[in-house]
């Protein structure tokens, strides 16, 4: 089979992630791949604005595709074709970004692929170019692949997809599962905390979550919030965090420093604004709630969106009514006067996490969502899929 993805530079590290992912689960499972790196694509098929958790980046120059823009694209279609073409006869071409929909047809219909899955990563789903949408809705070899039921309901009106959830590298799951086996007192304050890119702080509603801390903070007491995620933050970041009572701000922490903010939070808070028009955000999964369970902490979802897919609502993660300040409140002052609760509510978090990111079970999935057939090789697909990663040196969230 071949995957197609965008060259790294054009590549929105959600969507790196997960095609690594997906790559080191297909190898795992006996898949032989091959992976070309189109370049040029984005340049003339590149998405509209958007703003947080999407897999898509502003693209700078005029809407219209100018001569430039039309040479490099179809000497890109010239290199696919002959990389190709050398391949003979392929059971699959997974078409890795939405930008890639035309390369993986041409791919596709030189090698006789049959299947031809879309993976979309984020907030993409509605960023893509009104040709891409009539591509992947005329072409019957074409269906698209989302995060979660959300995303796929979004798509519909396009074309009827699957959903596949994202898988974790196995190092860094090992690392928030150990933290979920450590048992730590109670610290004399509760603490929120929330984890994103920082320079998306006000799609990822952290204007509300403050103003929703403060609130709790005028019953209960002190609180404490945290924001963490790779920088550079912001400076209007650094003055929203310097004005709030009881609230800090770690930039770029590692995955150990990572992994004990998330085990040592009485509560994980993603509060991310639903937004379909430009400038687009939202969670198509919200892939840091299932990180902060694993960790052992129970979570608060977005409003909208994705998200609920990833915990299990009312039981391990609990949703607001809306995306006001006041909905948040009231969810934060239900859960956080009974800190005895949180903790038993984490301890379900990580079983249930741990169960759902179980490194064999997402191989079958990948397989059969992509492939339509079971894995190749039923070994334990773990220890390829960690000989397959680097090790991570900062804690990148995976928020969307």
């Avoid at 209007?236 to 590692?254: D, Y």
Wanted: hydrophobic share 45%; charged share 20%; net charge neutral.
């Amino acid at each position: 089979m071949l995957l197609l993805s965008p060259s790294p530079g054009r590549q929105d590290p959600d969507a790196a992630r997960d095609l690594a992912v997906i790559a080191a689960r297909l190898r795992a499972g006996g898949a032989e791949l091959l992976r070309i790196e189109p370049s040029e694509t984005p340049a003339l098929t590149g998405a509209q604005p958007t703003t947080g958790g999407g897999a898509d980046q502003p693209v700078t120059g005029t809407a219209r595709p100018t001569g430039a823009r039309l040479t490099a694209f179809g000497r890109s279609l010239w290199h696919t074709a002959l990389g190709t073409r050398a391949l003979g006869v392929l059971d699959c071409v997974v078409v890795g970004q939405a930008d890639l929909i035309p390369v993986g047809m041409l791919a596709a219909h030189l090698t006789g692929a049959r299947r031809v899955p879309v993976l979309f990563h984020g907030t993409d789903m509605w960023t893509m170019r009104p040709h891409l949408r009539w591509l992947l809705r005329r072409d019957p070899l074409l269906y698209p692949v989302t995060t979660s039921s959300f995303g796929a309901g979004a798509l519909c009106a396009v074309s009827v997809g699957a959903v596949l959830a994202p898988g974790l590298e196995q190092r860094w799951r090992d690392t928030l599962l150990a933290e979920a086996g450590r048992r730590r007192p109670l610290p004399p304050v509760p603490t929120v905390l929330s984890v994103f890119r920082l320079d998306e702080w006000e799609a990822k509603g952290l204007p509300a979550l403050v103003e929703a801390v403060a609130e709790a903070r005028r019953v209960l007491g002190a609180v404490r919030l945290v924001v963490a995620g790779p920088g550079p933050a912001p400076g209007a970041l650094h003055a929203l965090v310097a004005a709030s009572e009881h609230t800090e701000l770690h930039e770029n922490p590692g995955d150990e420093a990572l992994a004990r903010l998330y085990a040592t939070a009485d509560l994980f808070a993603l509060c991310t604004r639903t937004r379909t028009s430009p400038p687009v955000s939202g969670e198509a999964y919200g892939l840091a709630l299932l990180e902060a369970q694993l960790a052992g902490c129970a979570v608060i979802g977005p409003a909208r969106g994705g998200a609920r897919d990833a915990y299990r609502n009312g039981d391990t993660g609990w949703t607001p009514s809306d995306e006001s300040p006041q909905a948040l409140a009231r969810v934060l002052l239900d859960l956080l006067a009974d800190r005895a609760r949180l903790t038993r509510a984490g301890r379900q978090a990580a079983e249930w996490a741990s169960a759902c990111t179980d490194p064999r079970a997402h191989t079958r999935a990948v397989f059969n969502t992509l492939l339509g057939c079971e894995p190749v090789v039923p070994a334990p697909a773990e220890d390829v899929l960690a000989a397959s990663q680097p090790p991570r040196t900062t804690g990148t969230p995976a928020v969307r």
